[in-house]
Each structure stands twice: as C-alpha cells, then as structure tokens.
C-alpha cells in the first residue's frame, strides 16, 4: 500500500520517469509476444524461433536497466528523513523500490497485452487492415501459460534490479559528488562543515578570490577504478573472438551477422559490448585524474574531482550508451556495404527493438545526469556563498562534457571500427 501512494504521490518529473519505464517494458512485453507468435506460426522452425527470443535479451536489458537508473533517483531512495518518520528503515526501502518498480513494469506488461490482442484482432476488428495478421499468428491460439510468463519476465528482473540499485551501500557508494564526504551525516557530515568553514577562511585571507587550494578542500573520497582492466580485457577478446569467427571466403553482411549463421560474430560483439559497459566507470574516472593532475586551475580542478566523484554514478550508464553507439556504427557500416541484403534484416520488429535500445540507454545516461546534478546542488551552493563566479560553475560542467565526449567517442569510434573491420576485408 505504501508503495502504491508514493507511485501515486510523485512529483510530476517522477511520473513521467515511471510512465517511460511503463512504456518501455510495453515495448519489450509486445517483442516477446511477437516471438511467440513465430513459434506458433513456424513450428517447425524452432531454432530461427528461439534466435528471436534471445534477440529480445537485449532490448529486455536495456529496459532493466533504465528501470534501475529511474529507481536510484527515486525522492524515497535520496532523502530517508520522510521514510525514516514513517518508521521505514533503510532495509526496506529495497523493497519499496521493488515494489514501485514493479507497478510500473505490471502497467506496462498490461498495454503491450492489449495492443498485442487488438492488433490480432482478438477484442474488436482487425486494424490497418489486418496487416498485423501474418506477423502475430492471429489464425493460431495463444498458449495462455505462457503469455504470462512473457509477461512477468521483465518487472521481476525489474524489481531485482531496483532493489539492488537501491540497496544503501549502492546508494553511499554512488552518491557523494563535490559533497565533501557527508553522505551519512554524523561525523562525515561535520567533517564536510569544517572543510566548508576552512575554505571560507583561505577565500577570505586570499581578497574574496577562489583559488585551487578553497575548491580542493571541497573533494571526497575517489572511486575505485577496479573493473577497467577487466573491461579493457574483455574489449579484446570480444573483438578476437570476432575476428576468429569471421574467417570465410567472402564478407558478411549485416543480414548474415544478426541471423544465426555467424554466433560467433555476434557473441564476439556481445563480449566486446560488455567489456565496454564494464571499462566506463573506470574511464570516468581516469578523465578526472587527468583533467586534475599536476598544478590545475579551479575549473580544470572542479572537473576533474567531479568526475572522478561522479564515475560510479553516470559511468556505467556511459559505458552502456557507448556500447550500442559502438553497435550502431558497426552495423551502420555494414548495411551501407551491402544495402540489398541488409534490408532483409530491417523487419519492422528488429527497428522497434533497435530504437527502443537506443530510447532507454540514452534516458538511463540523462536520468544519471540528473540525479549526478542533483547531488551536487548543496555544493554548488556552497561554492556560490564562497565566491566562485556562475560562469566558472558554466565552465565546469562544460568542460566534463566536452572531455567525456572526446575520450569516449573515440573509444566507441575505434571499437566500432574494429568491430567492423575483419567482416569487410
């Protein structure tokens, strides 16, 4: 009941967040249903059956993952002082975010059996003149068990994943951008005060000027970069793996890459995907430090521990988005090649799929974005009561931006690039 009011009682912003997660688990509620309608309309091909189902993990996963990014920027999981009168301690707000998580999730599996039913023309007419009949097997009936267990797949893997991403030392160790280690309050929280106060005294012993030494005070602790050479590691042996498996006597094209002809192609872009997803806090990171290192500015300063405070909170995100721009341009690439034999692999479902990954792995980075902004705001205000200039705050950010792009565009240029060259040559 708690969990339906505070669905019910968000701001507008936090409603919008729920119904795009609502939508996007329609999205991959209808995929699913489609390759069930394969089965039934192609017994006898089950294998080409089952390659659809697994090609609906990754729209299915990029929507687990959005779900996961909107419920880490839930009011509930940032600020406990409302949950913590109501009696709700931190372990339950896990299950809190589950359970909103799954409502969401719950409404949207009802619209995609819906619209999955009328477009078989199960509740009223056919529409669009019963175009959708051949494609959804409208002449053969629908195996009940299983339709719900299509259905339930996504908001239980949903709801997992919220409350993991809500647990509170994924919370603690994702939050704490430019705040000076109070996160938890108590000492940290004192702590924070006093670098605060300390800054404030050099600021005013300097003339009122910020300098190096009053933004440095405001710096916490740094996020470890463990999972770079893991990610670095496995980059290589997706795209070895892909090399290996692409030996033929004459190119693939993009038809025969996302068929199940070539698994071992697209196994190695999988790995090299993942490798990147792995790599993207760490290389968060190592833009801070460089952007920090030796005598910096104040802006190159804030930069620079900023991203390093903020890579495990919009670095996995990152990494994520420069997987699937990896992918794109690989895929690109090869359809630009061969655009007669690519075409058989545009169906209207792969172009629903694809850009329903592309719509939750670009919300997931700009949900990221605005939970990193928001955590960074008590900062941001301290900084404006000791002096610093809005435009040095403009140039901050702008500089993390343009940093961030260059760095990992170009890693998700090469990686695609890479990816595409053993299948073109």
Not at 172 to 190: D, E, K, Y
Request: glycine share 12%; charged share 10%; hydrophobic share 55%.
């Amino acid at each position: 009941m708690l969990a339906l009011r505070l669905v019910r009682g968000g701001r507008p912003l936090t409603l919008l967040r729920r119904l795009l997660v609502a939508g996007a688990t329609a999205v991959v509620g209808f995929l699913l249903l489609a390759a069930l309608s394969h089965a039934l309309a192609h017994p006898q091909q089950s294998g080409g059956s089952m390659f659809r189902l697994l090609w609906c993990v990754v729209p299915l996963a990029a929507a687990v993952q959005f779900a996961a990014s909107v419920a880490r920027t839930e009011p509930g999981s940032r600020s406990r002082s409302a949950l913590d009168a109501a009696g709700v301690g931190p372990a339950r707000i896990p299950m809190l975010a589950a359970l909103s998580t799954a409502l969401s999730c719950l409404l949207g599996s009802a619209v995609a059996l819906l619209v999955y039913l009328h477009l078989r023309g199960q509740l009223a007419t056919l529409p669009f003149d019963g175009a959708a009949v051949n494609l959804l097997a409208a002449d053969r009936p629908l195996p009940v068990p299983a339709m719900l267990v299509l259905l339930s797949v996504l908001p239980l893997f949903a709801a997992g994943a919220a409350a993991l991403a809500t647990r509170p030392y994924a919370l603690l160790a994702a939050s704490g951008a430019w705040s000076g280690g109070t996160v938890g309050g108590g000492a940290g929280g004192a702590r924070g005060e006093s670098d605060v106060h300390a800054a404030s005294r050099r600021l005013d012993r300097a003339g009122g000027e910020p300098d190096a030494m009053s933004f440095r005070a405001l710096s916490g602790a740094l996020p470890a970069t463990a999972t770079l050479p893991w990610g670095t590691a496995l980059i290589a042996a997706g795209l070895a793996l892909e090399t290996y498996a692409s030996r033929s006597p004459k190119p693939l094209s993009l038809s025969g890459v996302l068929s199940s002809s070539a698994p071992g192609v697209m196994g190695g872009w999988l790995l090299a995907a993942f490798g990147l997803v792995l790599a993207g806090p760490g290389l968060t990171q190592v833009c801070g430090q460089l952007l920090a290192a030796g005598r910096p500015g104040a802006v190159r300063l804030l930069s620079g521990r900023g991203l390093q405070q903020e890579a495990g909170r919009i670095g996995r995100p990152l990494g994520v988005l420069c997987a699937v721009a990896a992918g794109g341009l690989a895929a690109a690439e090869l359809y630009s090649r061969a655009p007669e034999e690519g075409a058989r692999a545009l169906t209207p479902l792969t172009v629903l799929g694809a850009a329903m990954v592309v719509f939750c792995v670009t919300a997931s980075a700009l949900t990221a974005a605005a939970g990193s902004r928001a955590a960074r705001a008590p900062a941001r205000e301290a900084l404006t009561r000791l002096g610093a200039p809005r435009r040095l705050l403009r140039g901050t950010a702008a500089l993390r931006v343009v940093v961030l792009l260059v760095v990992l565009g170009s890693l998700t240029w090469a990686v695609g690039e890479l990816a595409v060259l053993p299948l073109t040559s």
